[in-house]
């Protein structure tokens, strides 16, 4: 058996600039999505199962808002 990484993978949203907007961060660490704020990387951030995260990733994408 494999053990998953205790330590997150950040990854940039493909939407985030490098003008400093808006910029959020993702990674995924045994069956959660952990969300935060680029600009803030030792800030708060929100814990997700990763189905949840999928279906409001899909409803925004069904909403054109992405």
């Known amino acids: 058996m494999t053990s ?7 990854r940039k949203s493909s ?3 490098g003008a400093g907007g808006e ?3 993702v990674a995924e ?5 952990a969300v935060r704020d680029s ?3 030792a ?3 929100i814990a997700i ?3 949840a ?9 069904a909403s054109r808002l992405v």
């Open 4 to 10: 998953s990484p205790t330590t997150p993978q950040w």
């Open 43 to 45: 800030g708060p951030r």
């Open 49 to 51: 199962r990763h189905g």
């Open 29 to 33: 660490v045994a069956g959660i999505t």
């Open 23 to 25: 910029c959020v961060e």
């Open 53 to 61: 995260w999928a279906d409001f990733v899909g409803a925004l994408r």
């Open 39 to 41: 600009k803030v990387p």
């Open 15 to 17: 939407y985030s600039n």
